[in-house]
Every structure is written in structure tokens, then in C-alpha cells.
């Protein structure tokens, strides 16, 4: 039999969620599953646990604060047992609205901590497992945002830290190629998610050419690929899989 790679996801809170959607493609796709949630609640990632193990596979749900300093460490302690990933999803994100006149320490300390720090010492962490596992091939992807195709003048704080993380995909690609591992980042554009409400679908839907708007099945679809072996000469890149959105 087939040994099942283990993929760690972060940021998988609701049903609804691209967390969630991520989960679920990996674990159709024959991967066990470790994953992150925060501030949801313990009977939803229970419940949520046992539906992908339904599927056959082996799951972990940790609830994991990604702003706090140690979270990373904290997270590769308690898979100590589980065994050495190979896949590492960053999908976990803070985000609330701040323009010049918010902007200040505190807000921009927040969306750097989780959209930033919390990413990076997680790359690091699974990089340093991965080797000493002595595994040969491995995925990193972040999920990022639109920032570099247009201003995003209402969220500087969340552009600036996702921008950040965009470029820190490029150089940590070139930096664990000789593991095996590639380094991607996906911009999914505006996903049909918990965030969305009727006002804004209906504000959205004209600016997609095909008629609908993204779901968090379609960037799922594309994590699959790149985390399969036919994505494995694709590294260092920033991937705008947007549905052709229009700005």
C-alpha cells in the first residue's frame, strides 16, 4: 500500500471557508491532514474532522493562535507523532480595513504577525522537518492577494504584509530547490467565501467574465495540481487565478 503524504493546512475555521475547501480536496486526493482553526468552535472542528475521515484519511484539527511568537513551534511539537509533512498550505490570514487615517503600530503589528511572521516560521519549521526526514519532494504554497495588479488604498496593512510574503515565496523558492521542495503563491482574486454578502456579490459579479463569481473549490482545484507531481517544475511563482476578474 501506498504510504499517504500529510499535509498540514492553516486557517480552516468554516464549512464555507478556502480552508476548508483545501481540506477536502487533499483528503479526496489521498492525503492525510493535519490543520489549523481559530475561533471557531470545538464542536465544528470535531464535526468537520470526522466528515474528512470519513474519506479515509488520518486528520488532526489544532486550534492555533498564528499571531502568537511561538505558534509555529508550537504547531510542529504537537505533530511530533504524526509523522513528516510534505506539504505545507499558509492559508490563514487577518484582515480588517485600514486606510491612511487608521493605519498605526498596533493594526500593522497585527496583519504582520499572521500574514507574515506566522508563514515564514512556518516554511522554516517544515523545512527543517522535511530534511530531517530525509524526504525528496515537497509543496509550500501561500495564498496571497491582488496587491500587486492594483492599489488596495482601504486595506495598507494587509496589502503591505500579503506583497511581503508574495516576495518571500520568490527567494525561499530558490533557497529549498535543492531539498526538492517548490514555493508558490496563489492569488485567488475575490472568492465567494465567509466574507461575502449579497451586496457585495451582486457589486462583484460583472467584473468576471465567465458570470460567476470565484468559489473556494476553484483554488482548491489548483492547490491540487500544483502539490501533485505534474506541478512539480513550477517553483518561485505568483499565480493570479482570478477567473479573468476585472479591475
Keep these: 500500500m501506498t504510504k499517504r503524504s500529510i499535509a498540514i493546512v ?7 471557508d ?13 492525503h492525510d491532514l ?10 465544528w472542528a470535531a464535526s468537520f474532522t470526522t466528515e474528512l475521515e470519513n474519506q479515509g ?22 505533530i511530533e507523532d504524526v509523522g513528516a509533512p510534505s506539504i505545507l498550505i499558509n492559508n490563514a490570514a487577518h484582515s480588517t480595513m485600514t486606510d491612511w487615517q487608521t493605519l498605526d503600530a498596533a493594526s500593522l503589528d497585527q496583519h504582520y504577525a499572521v500574514n507574515l511572521r506566522a508563514p515564514l516560521l512556518l516554511a522554516t519549521r517544515f523545512t527543517k522537518r522535511f530534511a530531517e526526514a530525509h524526504l525528496t519532494s515537497g509543496r509550500i504554497i501561500q495564498l496571497t492577494s491582488g496587491q500587486d495588479l492594483g492599489p488596495m488604498p ?15 515565496t520568490k527567494t525561499y523558492a530558490a533557497a529549498v530547490a535543492p531539498l526538492g521542495i517548490t514555493v508558490n503563491a496563489i492569488n485567488p482574486g475575490p472568492t465567494d467565501s465567509t466574507w461575502m454578502d449579497e451586496a457585495t456579490r451582486t457589486a462583484l459579479k460583472p ?4 458570470g460567476r463569481i470565484g468559489a473556494p473549490e476553484d483554488v482548491a482545484r489548483l492547490i491540487q495540481f500544483l502539490v501533485s507531481p505534474d506541478g512539480g517544475w513550477v517553483t518561485g511563482q505568483v499565480i493570479h487565478s482570478e477567473g479573468g476578474f476585472e479591475r
Design 18 to 30: 478556502i480552508g476548508a475547501a483545501i481540506c477536502r480536496q487533499l483528503v479526496s486526493s489521498g
Design 57 to 78: 484519511a488520518r486528520v488532526l484539527a489544532i486550534e492555533l493562535d498564528l499571531s502568537q511568537s511561538d505558534a509555529a513551534d508550537e504547531l510542529f511539537a504537537r
Design 207 to 210: 467584473s468576471f467574465p465567465f
Design 154 to 168: 482601504d486595506e495598507i496593512a494587509y496589502a503591505t504584509t500579503k506583497g511581503a510574503l508574495s516576495t518571500f
Design 10 to 16: 492553516t486557517g480552516a475555521s468554516q464549512t464555507r
Design 34 to 43: 493535519v490543520f489549523t482553526y481559530f475561533k471557531a468552535t470545538a464542536d
